[in-house]
């Protein structure tokens, strides 16, 4: 069933449209998306913590927050970190935005691909972007020797890196990114983006977020929205030491932070159990979904520690065209990398979701592929 999308949405930003974007010309069809495209945890909160949260709505809604400070000292208590080296945000873009203005003065060396406000948002205020391509005829794996020469034949002054990276979901090893940091100590600051570390499962303690904090010039930085599956909250955070922690924490408004994302930090304690379950639960149909998709002849399915998988698709199919069918015949919504640095329209994004999803997806591209060609296309997974 064919149902009315202005795709004239995805031509107007560098990001895709909200949920609430797309949906609203779409009638009771917007109801029925299954979106692959906003990365998000599909088991936590549990119905439960929503009903919870229901229950407390109109006190979170009538009365204020407590500050920042108050809502990142229970934060640190749940981390088990000292609260001076952590500062509370309202969305990881915020420290982003801020961590532009505050720290990168000349020049900041960025992996593509890789999320979009890395290399944006210095754009934006003047800044040189030293950009160091990842090779597709490499799985676009991060060579650190290589990216450390890259940044000191470039003098970039600011080294970012995301672990695992968007949109490829590949990941580097902690002791590689210590090493990084260490081999770096002279630059003005270095950044490791850990949005979707809690996902990753081949390393028990992969977070270099203690090593941060006694270090004179990194800062991690950290998404709860992806790894919560509340982005509607808006709410991140960076650990660092407390010297550039505080310099943040000070910049940021002291009231940044709405009642609702107070809430729920005060109950991540009590729930942890459950979102430890929901990291297994998405593990596992990251590999059943990787398997379902490689088994499509049309599609190059890339090796994944995120909350996503990237694919590539076959010579002569286009992913604008394929992200336009599935939404208005399938209402299937993904991520279409085209206009990602380093990427290009052969290249999709599809977050990880539950099986009966999954069917959906994988029908919405046997519907698409069938409409293009006859015969079967050459393909691999990638490993």
Known sequence: MRH?????????????????ELTRGMGDGGRQIADFCIPCNPYFPTPEMFNELAKNLEMVLKFYPSDSATIAGRLARILRLNPATIAMSNGSTELITWMDHLWFTESVAVP?????????????????????????????????????????????????????????????????IIRFM????????????????????????????????????????????????LHGIRFGYLVANPALAGKMAKTLPKWNLNSL???????????AQ??????????????????????????????????????KLAPGLDGIALRDHLLSRHQVFIR??????????????????????VVRLIDGIRDFTRARWDGPALVHSVS
């Open 4 to 20: 009315s999308v202005d795709t004239g949405l995805f031509q107007r930003a560098a990001h895709s449209p909200s949920y609430f």
């Open 112 to 176: 593509i691909p890789t999320f979009g406000r890395w290399t944006d948002q210095p754009m934006e205020t003047g800044k040189r972007v030293d950009m160091y391509p990842l090779q597709e005829n490499n799985d676009f794996e991060l060579d650190i020797d290589s990216y450390i020469n890259f940044i000191r034949a470039r003098r970039s002054r600011v080294a970012v890196i995301c672990n695992p990276n968007n949109p490829d979901g590949g990941y580097l090893p902690k002791r590689e």
């Open 182 to 229: 260490d081999e770096l100590a002279d630059l003005d600051l270095v950044v490791i983006d850990e949005s979707f570390i809690d996902f990753v499962e081949v390393e028990r303690h992969p977070s270099v977020a203690l090593e941060a904090t006694i270090r004179p010039n990194v800062v991690v930085l950290k998404s709860l929205g992806k790894n919560f599956g």
């Open 261 to 271: 994302a107070e809430t729920v930090v005060f109950m991540l304690e009590e729930h």
């Open 274 to 311: 459950e979102y430890g379950e929901s990291l297994q639960l998405l593990a596992r149909d990251r590999y059943r979904m990787g398997m379902e998709l490689a088994r499509l002849p049309e599609l190059t399915v890339y090796s994944s520690q995120g909350n996503f998988l990237m694919v």
């Open 336 to 357: 279409e990398c085209g206009n990602k640095l380093g990427m290009s329209s052969d290249f999709i994004r599809l977050v990880v979701r539950p099986e009966q999803d």
